[in-house]
């Protein structure tokens, strides 16, 4: 890949999906882009970069898609899904008594496992929750992945990572070589096509949000404006989920950690009072990619 | 050290799960069919089985009743590792009180969650990105 053709895909990603590649990831491009280039006819790098120049379109809308998927797993990391109902569900019935209501956003939903985990977990809890309405709603950047997850079908190999097997027999149902997810578990998680990066102030108030694993490929200033955008859309007493290696911690101070639960973090009250950004080291990339 | 006990009549699964599970701090005893695992139990109870279906002799389905009507035979994680990969087979491993279920081809990311699943290992601090 020529120097010219990996700037050019690093600029046009960091615009369209905030994707933040540092200058030495062009083997992550190569093993993304070269099977897309193959299915489109392509000899290689070079002439899908000039596909796209000419203007492509759809040719552009999945190298963001080939770029910006990765695998997930049920339950992944499992301990956010414990804090989940040990810790902010008991909260939130309590809170919500009156209104008898919840929303919860999975605003990196990617191919469904995480927002249907989190409904076979309130379909555990189904006692405590008779006469609540529930809402899931689980976003993501690319279509081709929200379709997956609407189907809710998985092969053998998804269905093995983290799932245990009383709840595939439980909610899932064998095609084949495939599992599909039942409805009933499907019709509690809505989906919607959004970019973190635009305005999404239209969804409304949520009282949980699952954001894992997808700031981590921001550069810093892309975080905190997320974050300060995502305080804005969460009740006062709303909780906050980020993946294992993400942190709000020397970014901004619109969210609060948890005490003692690991990932877990509210909103403090402080609506965009930004840490100063001389406290923190520019990245290289985010600088070049100005 | 946990002892695993890997019931499989292919020499080159209980070769690959021994590395897998050896890799994961398991003591390793294998045993070609059911009987043979009977045999192993009765001399020292495992803290984990991982189970193939079909074998000679006798099949890990019957091994699993005998293995829970066993003094400590209670005690065990089972955990399926079989071909047979249809929701009749799991409800029956199930109902005979298997922990989990494992429907081959399996890799390590499998067992090593499925393990977790039974609390046989504990939570890596986070899967990579």
């Known amino acids: 890949m020529t120097p010219p053709d990996y700037e050019y895909l690093r600029k046009l990603l960091k615009d369209l999906s905030g994707l933040d590649l540092s200058a ?51 339950f992944r990391d499992k301990v956010p899904f414990d804090h989940f109902r040990d810790t902010i569900m008991p909260e939130v019935l309590k809170a919500r008594a009156g209104r008898k209501s919840i929303r919860i956003w999975c605003a990196a939903g990617s191919t469904g496992q995480e927002p249907y985990s989190l409904a076979m977990c309130l379909k555990e809890m189904s006692g405590a929750l008779a006469g609540w309405r529930v809402e899931i709603i689980a976003t993501d950047l690319s279509q081709e992945v929200l379709e997956k997850s609407k189907a809710g079908i998985y092969s053998q190999f998804e269905v093995q990572r983290g799932l245990p097997i009383q ?70 007493d709303g909780f906050l989920v980020l993946g294992a290696a993400e942190t709000v911690v020397g970014l901004t101070d619109v969210f609060k950690p948890f005490p003692d639960k690991r990932g877990l973090y509210r909103p403090s009250g402080a609506r965009g009072t930004f840490a100063p950004a001389a406290t923190a080291m520019p990245r290289m990339a985010a600088i070049a990619g100005r | 050290m946990k002892t695993c006990l890997v019931v499989d009549d292919s020499g080159v699964v209980r070769k690959i799960a021994r590395r897998i599970l050896e890799e994961m701090g398991f003591n390793i005893i294998e045993a070609e069919d059911g009987a043979k695992a009977l045999d192993a139990c009765k001399r020292a109870m495992p803290e984990a089985v991982l189970l193939d279906w079909n074998m000679p002799v006798m099949d890990g389905f019957e091994f699993l009743g005998h293995l829970r009507r066993m003094p400590g035979g209670d005690a065990p994680k089972v955990v399926f590792c079989t071909t047979e990969n249809d929701m009749d087979h799991i409800s029956r491993a199930l109902h005979a009180g298997a922990n989990e279920y494992i429907m081959k081809p399996f890799d390590k990311d499998i067992v090593a969650t499925k393990f977790q699943e039974v609390g046989l290992i504990e939570l890596p601090e986070q899967t990579p990105v």
């Open chain 1, 24 to 74: 030495d990831k062009q083997y992550l491009i190569e093993s993304r882009l070269l099977p897309l280039s193959r299915k489109r006819g392509l000899a290689g790098i070079s002439e899908l970069v000039q596909k796209m120049k000419s203007g492509s379109a759809s040719l552009v809308a999945q190298v963001v898609d080939a770029m910006t998927t990765n695998e997930t797993f049920f």
């Open chain 1, 167 to 236: 709840l595939l027999v439980k909610h899932f149902k064998q095609n084949g070589e495939f599992w599909q997810i039942s409805p009933e578990i499907r019709a509690m998680v809505a989906h919607r096509q959004l970019n973190l990066l635009h305005d999404f102030s239209q969804l409304g108030a949520f009282d949980v949000i699952f954001c894992r694993n997808v700031l981590i490929y921001f550069d810093q200033d892309t975080k905190i404006n997320v974050f300060g955008r995502l305080a804005r859309s969460m009740e006062a």
